[in-house]
């Protein structure tokens, strides 16, 4: 606020504290008290929206407020990769021989996958391929499953999935290996 509007906001509060004192002492029983009353009371309100309005030390016209604007809203990013081929075992990691693994696969990338079961050795004791399915139509969860020999020997071994694609010019598929999990054959 500039020094020389300051004294214009003493001098017309000082008017108006008079003039809501003439009210006060007549009881509100004069229409002259009033009136003046209500017309100060106006031109303050007017005066002070006015030089409030046109002291903001904008930057040119179109400023109304002395106060920073709200920045624009910035966009959304979504540069984060999702993640894919996420595997979970379904059940426990101890499995009887002879009985079916079943793995949810969340956001596949690819249509058929490779189920190896692996010794310590990284020997393959057995190996199948799945492709995705769904337990039924309304669901979104994808799934695939092995079913393990009985021949296979009890114990710890590795259950590793991989997905198959075969690329351009290329009659073999290949490979790409997504994850190993640590089981216990009973």
Same mark, same amino acid.
């Given at each position: 606020?500039?020094?020389?509007?300051?004294?214009?906001?003493?001098?017309?509060?000082?008017?108006?504290?008079?003039?809501?004192?003439?009210?006060?002492?007549?009881?509100?029983?004069?229409?002259?008290?009033?009136?003046?009353?209500?017309?100060?009371?106006?031109?303050?309100?007017?005066?002070?929206?006015?030089?409030?309005?046109?002291?903001?030390?904008?930057?040119?016209?179109?400023?109304?407020?002395?106060?920073?604007?709200?920045?624009?809203?910035?966009?959304?990013?979504?540069?984060?990769?999702?993640?894919?081929?996420?595997?979970?075992?379904?059940?426990?990691?101890?499995?009887?021989?002879?009985?079916?693994?079943?793995?949810?696969?969340?956001?596949?990338?690819?249509?058929?996958?490779?189920?190896?079961? =692996?010794?310590?050795?990284?020997?393959?004791?057995?190996?199948?391929? %799945?492709? &995705? #399915? @769904? $337990?039924?139509?309304?669901?979104?969860?994808?799934?695939?499953?092995?079913?393990?020999? =009985?021949?296979?020997?009890?114990?710890?071994?590795?259950?590793?999935? %991989?997905? &198959? #694609? @075969? $690329?351009?010019?290329?009659?073999?598929?290949?490979?790409?290996?997504?994850?190993?999990?640590?089981?216990?054959?009973?």
């Amino acid at each position: 606020m500039r020094i020389k509007y300051f004294f214009i906001y003493i001098a017309v509060g000082v008017a108006f504290l008079a003039v809501s004192l003439w009210v006060i002492l007549t009881a509100g029983k004069n229409a002259k008290a009033i009136g003046a009353k209500y017309k100060l009371g106006g031109l303050m309100l007017t005066t002070w929206a006015m030089l409030s309005a046109c002291t903001c030390n904008g930057t040119g016209p179109g400023v109304v407020t002395c106060y920073d604007p709200v920045p624009p809203e910035q966009p959304m990013c979504y540069d984060v990769v999702a993640p894919v081929n996420q595997l979970s075992l379904v059940g426990d990691l101890s499995i009887k021989r002879g009985e079916v693994v079943t793995i949810r696969v969340d956001s596949p990338t690819y249509e058929t996958y490779l189920l190896q079961v =692996k010794d310590s050795e990284d020997k393959v004791l057995q190996e199948e391929r %799945s492709a &995705l #399915y @769904k $337990e039924n139509e309304e669901s979104y969860d994808q799934f695939i499953r092995m079913t393990l020999s =009985k021949s296979l020997p009890a114990g710890d071994v590795k259950l590793v999935v %991989s997905g &198959l #694609y @075969k $690329e351009e010019g290329q009659e073999e598929e290949s490979a790409e290996s997504l994850y190993a999990f640590d089981i216990t054959l009973l």
